[in-house]
């Protein structure tokens, strides 16, 4: 069955930086779009970035368009996040998903197996 397990969040203070991890298994991982999502205290799920299958293509937010970075590493089924000029915005849990077929192009959150994401990691930025 799908399993992805977060890690690496953590509390930060504004300007820092953290890389979170999603270690994947269970699925095709180097088949599918991968994405992080993320939901702050009291809000929905937005999505925060998608990466492609082959890891060429990445898309942002653009409320975090130039601070993070998405990448993955198919031989070891395993996407990143790297965060960094973080803000107290940024605060919330990040989930990791991939998409919900295979070769499924992500453009929202609609092709997202959100169902499915992981336990997700507590990201907090605070003074």
């Known amino acids: 069955q799908v399993q992805l397990v977060e890690s690496g969040g953590g509390t930060v203070q504004p300007g820092g930086s953290l890389k979170l991890s999603c270690a994947a298994s269970?699925?095709?991982?180097?088949?599918?779009?991968m994405s992080w999502v993320r939901q702050a205290p009291g809000k929905g799920l937005e999505w925060v970035s998608f990466?492609?299958?082959?890891?060429?293509?990445?898309t942002y937010a653009d409320a975090v368009k130039g601070r993070f970075t998405i990448s993955r590493d198919n031989f070891k089924n395993i996407v990143f996040l790297q965060m960094n000029d973080l803000r107290p915005e940024d605060t919330a849990v990040y989930y990791c998903?991939?998409?919900?077929?295979?070769?499924?192009?992500?453009?929202?959150?609609?092709?997202?197996?959100?169902?499915?994401r992981g336990q997700g990691t507590q990201v907090t930025v605070s003074a």
């Open positions: 998903a991939k998409a919900r077929e295979i070769n499924l192009v992500i453009q929202n959150m609609d092709q997202i197996d959100i169902g499915r």
């Open positions: 269970g699925f095709a991982f180097d088949s599918y779009q």
């Open positions: 990466i492609s299958s082959s890891g060429y293509t990445q």
